[in-house]
């Protein structure tokens, strides 16, 4: 106490001990708590739903463009002939790090137990590690199994197990080019060799797509020696849309070319996610305004029971200006320890949410994301200072915007008029 009092100036003091909890004031001290508890509530689950959204935002990215690509280029009707020397100008530029050639097509995959619609992609295993992690996705087997003339195949995991194939097994491919015979004209088939399962992580890949040589690619498609495209890998993928412009006006004097970015083809994904973000940032600091509204009928209150104390330090001579300061202190001190209590919860459920949410789901038996609805099947989290920094900032300022009244109302306070009720 006489620490607080050498060192503070008598409004901190005073606010101080009025915030104390005590038996006298067991109702404003409810009202205290509530309004802190509030605060700290809304802010920690602020911060926990803008880390998950922020952790889904960078896990949906990095597996995208583990199977995808920075920068696709490729020419008309999806076929690029002379491959080789459009990738020597691409690396001209000095924030392309990394290329590759691939062949897309679209077939049907047979097996004896049934078949589906599969996205055929050919590409250069010795190439592919330049624009991707592919190898690191193949689960077993190796990328390097796909050499040329072998036609073997890389499946997703679950394609293989919805139609019972294991690494060894041979499966058919129809693709709908047809093969001319006196009899007429046939989709074309042939028999492929499974070598490997790979696993994405997200379902469109692993359930739709097979990896296969990029020459193997090219006979069974009849490309002869075109290639569909070039995926390019640059220094920073968030510049992906002002490379993917320079490269194709550095290109539009040597032919007709098609240049897109990651943004583009997956612009929908991140837009929506970008969305969802702002409206639970709306909607969640919402609820912490009423919480810290909540400041304003406690204020109110103390004012009221602090009437006569009020008279009593204005009698000293205490300004009306110090009873305004001894106001906004105690109801900012309410927002402060409540938004501090939420940033700290909210901080520790964040960090470690890939153990609480296994933890929650074992406990009652559910599993919140489904692996074949959703594309991903972990709750993923990634906390940022910067949201953790404007959360804390609005949930002050809320504060102490909602002491403003009750504290220029107490500041107002007649000491005759107060006493005289006395």
């Known amino acids: 106490m ?27 001290s409810f009202i205290s708590m509530t309004s802190m508890v509030g605060i700290a509530l809304g802010v920690s689950a602020l911060i926990i739903i803008l880390s998950v959204m922020n952790g889904f935002q960078d896990e949906l990215r990095t597996r995208i463009l583990g199977v995808a690509s920075h920068i696709e280029i490729t020419s008309s009707n999806n076929t690029l002939t002379h491959w080789e020397d459009l990738t020597k100008k691409l690396h001209e530029s ?24 599969i996205m055929l992609r050919g590409i250069s295993s010795e190439l592919e590690g330049n624009v991707d992690d592919l190898e690191k996705k193949v689960k077993v087997g190796k990328l390097s199994d796909l050499k040329p003339n072998t ?13 019972g194939i294991v690494v060894g097994d041979k499966v058919n491919i129809l693709i709908p080019q047809g093969s001319y015979t006196p009899a007429g004209t046939f989709p074309r088939m042939r028999q492929f060799n499974v070598s490997g399962i790979f696993e994405i992580g997200m379902y469109e890949y692993d359930s739709g797509m097979a990896l296969m040589n990029l020459e193997d690619a090219q006979k ?22 002002l490379v993917a412009k320079k490269l194709s006006d550095g290109l539009s004097e040597s032919g007709v070319f098609y240049v897109s970015d990651w943004t583009k083809k997956h612009a929908n994904f991140f837009a929506a996610v970008q969305m969802e973000k702002r409206v639970m940032f709306i909607i ?3 609820i ?12 109110v209150m103390a004012v009221t029971d602090k009437r006569s104390d ?38 520790i459920v964040a960090l470690n949410i890939h153990s609480i949410v296994p933890f929650i789901e074992h406990l009652f038996n559910v599993q919140f994301l489904s692996k074949d609805i959703y594309y991903i099947s972990e709750v993923p989290s990634k906390l940022l200072l910067s949201d953790i920094t404007v959360i804390a900032f609005i ?28």
């Open 288 to 299: 912490i305004a009423v919480a810290a509204f909540n400041i304003v009928s406690t204020l």
């Open 395 to 422: 949930s002050i300022l809320l504060s102490i915007i909602a002491t403003i009244y009750p504290s220029i109302k107490a500041s107002n306070t007649s000491p005759a008029e107060a006493l005289k009720h006395d």
């Open 310 to 347: 009020i008279a009593i330090l204005k009698t000293y001579g205490a300004k009306p200006k110090s009873i305004l300061y001894i106001f906004i202190i105690q109801g900012s001190l309410i927002g402060i320890i409540g938004t501090i209590s939420g940033v700290f919860l909210g901080t």
């Open 220 to 241: 069974f498609l009849q490309m002869n020696d075109a290639v569909s495209g070039v995926r390019v890998k640059i220094l920073d993928l968030f510049l992906a849309p």
């Open 284 to 286: 969640l600091m919402l």
């Open 94 to 117: 000095p924030e392309v790090i990394g290329s590759a050639p691939y062949v897309d097509g679209q077939g049907m995959l047979v097996s004896e137990f049934g078949s589906q619609g």
């Open 2 to 28: 006489s620490l607080l009092n050498k060192y503070l100036p008598f409004e901190v003091w005073i606010a101080y001990r009025y915030i104390k909890f005590k038996q006298k004031n067991s109702f404003i």
């Open 151 to 163: 036609f073997n195949l890389i499946l997703g995991i679950d394609t293989a197990k919805q139609l």
